[in-house]
Nanobody, 123 residues
Framework: QVQLEESGGGLVQAGGSLRLSCVASGSIGRINIMGWYRQAPGKQREFVADIITSGQIRGVTAYADSVKGRFTISADNVKNTVHLQMNSLKPEDTAVYYC?????????????WGQGTQVTVSS
């Protein structure tokens, strides 16, 4: 089993910054993608950013339009860790942020979610 543990959430004023981290542990095997999703009260969970962590396109990133230019995702493949640097935070960024990992291979893929970490941005 693979477990994901997030850290780094908190309360910050608009315009401020936070850095989220997520560590994968357990019987990891190969992780192909690590990323972040978020869910605000009364809304569906939405994609924030992800990064390819294996193969020839390792390091390729993707972002939601709403966070492009403000958030940066990075990964440390040795430590099975992914970070999300969030700058110029806005009140609408307030949500529970979930770490996500996709691993395995075509014949036996797996997906894991963390428990989530609260990010609150005050105006």
């Amino acid at each position: 089993q693979v477990q994901l543990e997030e850290s780094g959430g908190g309360l910050v004023q608009a315009g401020g910054s936070l850095r989220l981290s997520c560590v994968a542990s357990g019987s990891i095997g190969r992780i192909n993608i690590m990323g972040w999703y978020r869910q605000a009260p009364g809304k569906q969970r939405e994609f924030v950013a992800d990064i390819i962590t294996s193969g020839q396109i390792r390091g390729v990133t993707a972002y939601a339009d709403s966070v492009k230019g403000r958030f940066t995702i990075s990964a440390d493949n040795v430590k099975n860790t992914v970070h999300l640097q969030m700058n110029s935070l806005k009140p609408e960024d307030t949500a529970v942020y979930y770490c996500n990992a996709v691993g395995g291979n075509i014949g036996s893929p797996w997906v894991r979610w963390g428990q989530g970490t609260q990010v609150t941005v005050s105006s």
